[in-house]
């Protein structure tokens, strides 16, 4: 199995080639710390398998990336490996085509478990994920949209509606709608206390904030 890792932590990244290749089978044929330079060694290198970090400090993070690898001929599957377990960031990873999302804490069998059912094209995801998943089909009513998400998580950047409506491409109509629709189901009645409330829930992860 021909495997790529892409983590802005040359650490992370040595630690998980020497765990992956004390594997029959297994070959890390790469590895880079930026999405950029995935894409391109993919392209060249056809790996099976990526395992994709969400944050990779400059340029393109690792849902764009994920967007950019699965266009490539032929596409290797994308898993997500991260620290981060908000919503927003399940919803957006999903949203691009990655197989799986599991997290940093995951034991070594159940990482190669993960990694062989994301080579196979099914879905892996840690327990934590795949509860916030089954949490939002099975309460629609209260689980943001991942417009919504985004929003809230722009937000938090302290965007106005007339930045949002720039971003997005929206009207700043739309946007006031989307924002009645989020206050709505946080129960809140106010930006700040929307993107508190997104935070407690763990629907948005603040970067740089465990």
Do not use: C, W
């Not at 085509?97 to 059912?117: N, Q, S």
């Not at 995801?125 to 099975?138: E, I, P």
């Amino acid at each position: 199995m021909r495997l790529m890792l892409v983590d802005d932590h040359v650490v992370v990244r040595a630690g998980l080639r020497a765990l992956l290749e004390s594997q029959p089978g297994v070959e890390v044929v790469a590895e880079t710390g930026t999405g950029e330079q995935a894409v391109s060694l993919a392209a060249a290198l056809h790996p099976q398998v990526v395992l994709m970090d969400l944050q990779l400090g400059s340029g393109i993070d690792g849902v764009e990336a994920t967007r950019r690898l699965l266009a490539l001929e032929p596409a290797p599957r994308v898993l997500v490996l991260t620290t981060y377990d908000s919503d927003a960031d399940v919803v957006r990873a999903m949203a691009a085509g990655a197989v799986g999302y599991i997290l940093k804490d995951i034991a070594p069998d159940d990482l190669f478990r993960a990694i062989g059912d994301a080579a196979a094209g099914r879905t892996a995801l840690s327990a934590a994920v795949a509860g916030r998943l089954a949490r939002q089909v099975h309460q629609p009513g209260v689980a943001l949209s991942a417009r919504e998400t985004e929003i809230v998580t722009l937000l938090a950047e302290g965007l106005t509606n007339q930045q949002l409506a720039r971003r997005l491409l929206i009207s700043e109509a739309t946007v006031k709608t989307h924002l009645v629709h989020i206050f709505s189901k946080l129960g809140v009645d106010s930006r700040t206390a929307a993107v508190t409330e997104a935070v407690n829930r763990r629907l948005i992860t603040l970067r740089g904030r465990p």
